[in-house]
């Protein structure tokens, strides 16, 4: 009986065998591989052609597309009136090309045509003129700005905004504000705050904090150059207790590929933090979710205008999310100037802070954050705890990561600028740390971060 059992196993085994053998060699059965070996384009193609097209696309959008912003920033707010000035069918002085730059507004140099290029190397060119300003408007050369133009009678009719206002700057290859595009290094000389405190009304605002006109005008012009406040219209929290702006210095979007959490205190992805501030900065049209928000204690703004479930029609954002997403993980961090730091000191730098400086514990490279939660208390690292406490998680600061730190020293370092160079940094680490570090330590980890 069992020697029969196991002949016939053995039969039925032979059988698969010579089954399996005896089907044609070659032909595949599986779908999934059969479309990859079709003729023509290969799968590994088709995935380049998209990197190439998410790019270009991404790109696009962070410098050029408004999200539909112009129907807040030029219908409701009426910036562009401001800008455009009494003569050209605005209110009040205008914007000359001076000022505009000295309120930290950049200007492309690839978009100016060539002859205006030479007028303004040659210096004939009235910087001091409102019309200035319209024209490089008109020639779309206004970082992170778009005016937008009647074709009958040439005044500027409405205004949008873009991710690379705060989010880019020139390298004054012409002069100081002109120059070639730096995508992802944040613009710390922009006074973004004084910019909308000069529309012709706040009103929107107004309404939307339930305070009055002349309460935003001050909160707007308490920000100065290169800050921002991303939870005001969430919070309504203009000060902190000591009196000083709520608002946080710009943040470089560059560098973040394989880093986890994004803003200071850890809101979301990368893709989390554009549609929120697509939506629910720029004013831009689409869909935003974020039920955390939907607390009328820690966000009482959101929690009465509905910004946590925004739900506009047309939906200009969405549909670009994902190429946004790809091309600013694509923007590396820029390297220092070679000569901008002493080589030697900064190796020895380097050898503390992975070692007696006990910074690459959270810091570690090359990410420079922690791969993982990379979420830390205030006590952890010795401040308080007011700007984390605005987060959705309300306690955590996320590990900075520190490549490229020389392009944000404008501004100060720590999410509100608070230590004003390196060495500032470091001796506050030194100290709460109990690190031990005598000043010769302190100078080569200071050249450290410099070469990063
Ligand atoms: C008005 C200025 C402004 C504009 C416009 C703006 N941002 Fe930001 N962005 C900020 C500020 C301020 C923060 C820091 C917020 C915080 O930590 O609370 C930030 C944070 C970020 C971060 C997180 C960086 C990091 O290190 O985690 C990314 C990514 C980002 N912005 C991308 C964008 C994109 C994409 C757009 C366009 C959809 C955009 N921003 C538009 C001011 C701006
Ligand atoms: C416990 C984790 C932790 C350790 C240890 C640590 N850091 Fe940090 N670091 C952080 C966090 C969190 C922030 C963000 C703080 C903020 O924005 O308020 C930060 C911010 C910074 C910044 C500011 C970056 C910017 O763009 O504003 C620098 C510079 C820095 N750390 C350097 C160091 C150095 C040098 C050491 C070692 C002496 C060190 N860190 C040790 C967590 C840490």
Redesign the pocket.
Known sequence: MRIATAVATLLVLLFTVFACTTKPIGVETNPAVQAQRAPGRSFDDQIEDHAKDMLKEGRRI?RYDT?GSEDFWGGKVRLHEAIAGEKHGGRGAGVTARQALQLGLKVDIGALPKILVEAIRGRSVDLDNVETTLELLRANAVV?VTGFFDKDTKRLTSLG???A???STVDDSLVKGIGRRLDGWPNRDLN?GAIVASAPTLKPFADLLGTDETTVRKVLMSWGPG?????LNQDGKAFRDDGKTA???????FG?AG?N?????G?GS?TY??AY??NT??YGKGTFFDPRMNDPKQFPVAAKTRFWNKRDQPDLITPKLAA?HFY?LSIPAPEPPKDSYNAVAAGRGKTLFEGKAKCATCHVPPLFTEPGWSMHTAAEIGIDEF?ASRSPDKKFY?T??LKGLFVRAKGGFY?DGRFGDLEAVVSHYNRVLSLGLNPSETADLIEYLKSL
């Open positions: 962070f999200f992170g905004v873009q991710c206002l705060c989010h973004i800050r921002y406040d991303a939870e608002a946080t210095v710009l943040p470089p979007a973040l880093v959490l994004h803003t200071y205190t809101w990368v933090w554009n501030v697509a900065q720029m946004l600013q700007q996320r900075t990561p999410h």
